[in-house]
């Protein structure tokens, strides 16, 4: 059974900085890339981040690009998100997820990933 578990999310203020962790297990999770995605109230589920199986590879939404940065520890099963210079339309639940495919290539839509965390709620204050 794979589980994905985000923490880090909070409450700041525009411009500050939050990280997001993400700990996944029940997977080879070495393998696959892993997303970012996030989801505000009354909008569609969308793409923030992705990074390949072993790093080499990230993709960003124009909206985040600059300001934050996904990586990963493979040794410790976890991908982060590094949000800097938040700002109020940045306020969403943000969930992670793992691809459907092993070593595939990284994809910034919900149906090239097939296990999904909880979510962690992000909130910044103008």
């Known amino acids: 059974q794979v589980q994905l578990v985000e923490s880090g999310g909070g409450l700041v203020q525009a411009g500050g900085s939050l990280r997001l962790s993400c700990a996944a297990s029940?997977?080879?999770?070495?393998?696959?890339?892993m997303g970012w995605f996030r989801q505000a109230p009354g909008k569609e589920r969308e793409f923030v981040s992705a990074?390949?199986?072993?790093?080499?590879?990230?993709n960003y939404a124009d909206s985040v690009k600059g300001r934050f940065t996904i990586s990963r520890d493979n040794a410790k099963n976890t991908v982060y998100l590094q949000m800097s210079s938040l700002k109020p339309e940045d306020t969403a639940v943000y969930y992670c997820?793992?691809?459907?495919?092993?070593?595939?290539?990284?994809?910034?839509?919900?149906?090239?990933?097939?296990?999904w965390g909880q979510g962690t709620q992000v909130t910044v204050s103008s």
């Open positions: 997820a793992v691809s459907r495919i092993p070593y595939y290539t990284n994809s910034v839509v919900p149906a090239g990933y097939d296990y």
């Open positions: 029940g997977r080879t999770f070495s393998s696959y890339a």
């Open positions: 990074i390949s199986w072993n790093g080499g590879n990230t």
